[in-house]
């Protein structure tokens, strides 16, 4: 059972690169979202889908991008890296059926940006 | 945005006792979640509710959903060394969105 897959698990970048965190599901669920956490902190949500083709904002979207052409993708691009961005990024999915639904998180990418 | 808070920021207990964690918030959430986190690792689902005032265990883990819907709380009983890790509570809103707490650090003394 795969769950959620996040790769890379590790990533160093210098200020002002781009690169694309991604993420795969195999449950079949609709909803998914990337969250930021900062060390000593709870998760932040920075964008979320309800579906194929929808994507919509959280509650810290500047500086990211994403996508969702599949039920099964949901990548995170940067694009111009910055050191604020330095953080460890989730994935997580939930299922079908109305709001009670809980998340199911990967074990995430560790970012730094130097 | 809306915050929860959650307290205590850690706790430090010999092995056997047991652990009361709580978050409260100013805003209403339809569902209240328990997560716990291993170093290294994602979140993981511990408890979900889903409607004021129930009162919910898996295994020695039991929470509550406040009747107001601003708050709840975890216990686990006879705690052992594997309970160590960082304990996150969240409040889901619409369209599934879930707001975290600042987590609980909780360390077992053998």
């Known amino acids: 059972n795969a769950g959620v897959t996040q790769t890379p698990k590790f990533r160093i970048l210098k200020i002002g690169q781009s690169m694309t965190l991604q993420c795969a599901q195999d449950m079949n669920h609709n909803y998914m979202y990337w969250y930021r956490q900062d060390p000593g902190m709870g998760l932040k949500l920075i964008y979320y889908?309800?579906?194929?083709?929808?994507?919509d904002k959280g509650e810290v979207p500047n500086g990211y991008n994403v996508s969702r052409s599949t039920t099964e993708d949901f990548p995170l691009r940067l694009e111009l890296a910055a050191p604020s961005q330095t953080s460890v990024y989730f994935c997580?999915?939930?299922?079908?059926?109305?709001?009670?639904?809980?998340?199911?998180f990967g074990d995430g990418t560790r970012l730094s940006i130097l | 945005g809306q915050q929860l808070n959650q307290s205590p920021q850690s706790m430090f207990i010999q092995e056997g006792e047991d652990v009361s964690m709580n978050c409260t918030s100013s805003s209403i959430f339809n569902t209240w979640l328990w997560y716990k986190q291993d170093p290294g690792e994602g979140p993981v689902l511990l408890i979900a509710?889903?409607?004021?005032?129930e009162l919910t265990s898996n295994g020695r883990l039991t929470a509550q959903f406040g009747i107001t819907r601003k708050d709840s709380f975890l216990n686990i009983s006879a705690s052992i060394p594997s309970d160590v890790g960082i304990y996150f509570c969240a409040g889901q809103l619409g369209a599934q969105k879930l707001v975290f707490g600042q987590g609980t650090r909780l360390t077992i003394n053998p």
């Open positions: 997580a999915t939930s299922g079908r059926g109305g709001s009670n639904q809980p998340q199911h």
């Open positions: 509710l889903y409607k004021a005032g």
């Open positions: 889908s309800v579906g194929a083709g929808i994507t």
